[in-house]
């Protein structure tokens, strides 16, 4: 099993369209958990933590289930500036952190 | 914003020469970490070094890597004798505290012909 497994995409929707990303992960002692994104050849940029009690800024959502070791991110009013690869991250003891291969959008006009 | 640099940006060498890829992380930032990026895969973690030590690293961090903290501000990833599997985007990443997120340099791309 995948340590860090996310959709497998590429996801092609129109601006304005509301956006799901789902991850799951299997090491039950991560600690942290990001998304991250990545747009082409670049470096990963931090998107947001992922809390348990889910949290928000502006158009993202992102939302952790421990229990079922499952980590959401929505992105309502997808922008052209929203294309990118978006990446699932979780760290364990120490900071090491674990990538999803990541999960590509494309927001057509 | 303070931020994670990198150089050079691109490396060519040649295999079977040493090569060492540079960092400057943000500057009261405790913890430093090497990751790489092969080409239309996913990030994966090389080393982690805090208090001056290696604290982990991963099956692919063999011999043939080192890493070093010369001075209080660079960080160096060592590759002492380069394979053509070697080629990929190298991250290097700090953080300030064990939870906080990441923050990456901008890259160094490595091609070994």
């Known amino acids: 099993r995948k340590e860090v497994e996310q959709d497998p995409g590429p996801f092609n929707v129109p601006e304005g369209a509301t956006v799901a990303f789902n991850c799951t992960y299997s090491?039950?002692?991560?600690?942290?958990f990001f998304w991250y994104r990545q747009d082409c050849r670049k470096e990963p940029k931090l998107l947001m933590s992922?809390?348990?009690s889910g949290n928000e800024d502006g158009r993202f959502t992102a939302q952790l289930n421990r229990a079922s070791q499952y980590i959401s991110l929505l992105i309502r009013d997808s922008k052209l500036s929203d294309s990118a690869t978006y990446l699932c991250?979780?760290?364990?003891?120490?900071?090491?952190?674990?990538f999803g291969q990541g999960t590509e959008l494309s927001v057509k006009p | 914003e303070p931020e994670v640099t990198q150089t050079p940006s691109h490396q060519v060498t040649q295999m079977g020469q040493e090569v060492i890829l540079r960092c400057v992380p943000i500057?009261?930032?405790?913890?430093f970490y090497w990751y790489r990026q092969i080409l239309g895969q996913k990030v994966e973690f090389l080393v982690s070094?805090?208090?001056?030590?290696?604290?982990?690293k991963s099956e692919i961090f063999d011999d043939q890597f080192s890493v070093e903290r010369p001075d209080g501000s660079n960080f160096t990833l060592k590759i002492r004798s380069t394979k053509l599997e070697d080629s990929a985007m190298y991250f290097c990443?700090?953080?300030?505290?064990?939870?906080?997120?990441?923050?990456f340099g901008d890259g160094t791309r490595l091609s070994i012909l």
């Open positions: 991250v979780v760290s364990l003891q120490g900071g090491k952190l674990i």
């Open positions: 090491n039950s002692a991560s600690q942290s």
């Open positions: 992922v809390y348990s």
């Open positions: 500057s009261n930032h405790l913890y």
């Open positions: 070094f805090y208090n001056n030590e290696i604290s982990e």
């Open positions: 990443a700090s953080m300030e505290f064990a939870v906080e997120p990441q923050h």
